[in-house]
């Protein structure tokens, strides 16, 4: 028999919970043959990311895996072996009072945010007793560096594009309302160099139709100057990939999108979620360290000032030429970055290892 796994995804906003929740099951049920039953209570934006999920179905199979709306009222059903909470979900009461009264109870992982910091490493994999049932729940983070869980990384990758020379320079642009936008377009139209930026749907495609006063809509391009901008509509998951590989600049967010774009191997600026607390920065501080420590001190230095003005700190208009002369080093950069961090193993993959030895 299979292993089988629940695994629980609450769509608190945006993409991401749902993007990182479906790319794990997927896998999981693809590469390793679990049986994979996804909880998500909006199966609303599964449907942009892997079109042929209906929202409208309480069960449905795609690509292998159950996804179930998970329902306020929580049907009486047998937990898998293995019990995914993603990013501290909260499982239904009803639900962990039954895992409790399995013969053997599952193994119940809280599947954590992706985080660069130093101590992620020490919690990784650390159980916390139920403090009334006799059940543990392991924190399961992923992460850069060995000791923790690693990142999401399928087998069918899509492999990057050999780059070619001379051509303009081509950038996706995917990120939140970001106050340093404006500018950074104007740079773009300004500059003596050719840029097509690649427009995602939703957020940074209304920025810039604002930006431009005028119409954007999906499907459209237009000119300003040296930069030439497309809408894109929004894309299944694989396809986004592809554009990532395909592109010689891309501009990301959250956590999914940005785990991609370093798969992608070629240079990226990440928006970090911005939290009303800060506790953003030390994350965006920690991962420009570690992604930065090879690099040599000036162009550290350049990559580091661009992505924080880009999050907020500093002027990205005035840090744009030296970073875009950085470009090429970056590319080269991002191939052995990647090699780095694929060598802890994948997220999917060690969380399966982990399993096994308490199954
Ligand atoms: O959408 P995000 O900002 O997601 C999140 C959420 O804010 C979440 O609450 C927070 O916890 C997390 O970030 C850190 O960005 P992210 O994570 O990059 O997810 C976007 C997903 O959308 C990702 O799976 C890629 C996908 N995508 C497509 O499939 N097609 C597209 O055209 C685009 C633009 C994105």
Same mark, same amino acid.
């Given at each position: ?7 629980? $995804? ?34 609303? !934006? ?9 929202? @409208? ?17 929580? !049907? ?12 501290? $979900? ?22 954590? +945010? ?22 543990t729940k392991y924190f399961f983070f992923p992460g850069f560096v060995p000791g923790t869980g690693g ?10 594009? !050999? ?12 990120? +939140?309302?970001?106050?340093?936008? !404006? ?33 954007f809509p999906v499907g459209a391009s237009l000119c300003r100057g040296s930069l030439k901008l497309d ?41 970090? +979620?911005?939290? @009303? ?29 661009? $992505? ?34 694929? $060598?802890?193993?994948?997220? @999917? ?11």
């Amino acid at each position: 028999m299979g292993t089988s796994c629940d695994l629980f $995804c609450r769509v608190v906003d945006n993409l991401g919970d749902a993007g990182v929740c479906w790319r794990l099951a997927r896998q999981l049920a693809s590469e390793h043959g679990w049986a994979m039953r996804l909880w998500i209570d909006d199966p609303a !934006p599964l449907v942009g990311l892997r079109p042929g999920v209906d929202a @409208a179905l309480p069960v449905q199979v795609v690509e292998g895996v159950e996804i179930r709306r998970w329902p306020k009222e929580f !049907p009486k059903v047998a937990p898998g072996d293995v019990v995914i909470e993603a990013f501290g $979900c909260e499982l239904p009461a009803a639900f962990v009072a039954v895992m409790a009264m399995q013969e053997k109870a599952p193994v119940w992982i809280n599947l954590e +945010y992706l985080s660069a910091e130093d101590w992620v490493a020490g919690c990784h994999c650390k159980p916390s007793p139920h403090p009334k049932l006799s059940l543990t729940k392991y924190f399961f983070f992923p992460g850069f560096v060995p000791g923790t869980g690693g990142l999401i990384r399928e087998r069918d990758l899509p492999s990057p594009q !050999p780059l070619v020379a001379g051509r303009e320079l081509v950038v996706s642009l995917f990120c +939140y309302d970001n106050p340093a936008l !404006p500018a950074l377009l104007k740079a773009w139209a300004e500059s003596d160099t050719l840029v097509s930026c690649r427009v995602a749907d939703g957020l940074p495609r209304q920025q810039v139709e604002r930006w431009l006063g005028r119409a954007f809509p999906v499907g459209a391009s237009l000119c300003r100057g040296s930069l030439k901008l497309d809408a894109l509509p929004f894309v299944p998951q694989p396809e986004y990939d592809r554009l990532l590989a395909d592109s010689d600049l891309n501009f990301v967010r959250g956590e999914d999108s940005f785990v991609r774009a370093q798969w992608a191997e070629r240079p990226f600026v990440w928006q970090a +979620y911005p939290q @009303a607390d800060g506790a953003h920065w030390p994350k965006l501080e920690s991962f420009l360290g570690r992604y930065g420590r090879a690099l040599p001190k000036a162009r550290r230095t350049t990559m580091t000032d661009f $992505c924080l003005a880009w999050n907020g700190r500093g002027d990205v208009a005035a840090a744009w030429d030296a970073f875009r002369q950085t470009l090429p080093a970056l590319t080269e950069h991002g191939h052995a970055w990647a090699a780095e961090i694929a $060598c802890h193993g994948n997220l @999917a993959e060690n969380l399966v290892r982990f399993c096994r030895e308490r199954l």
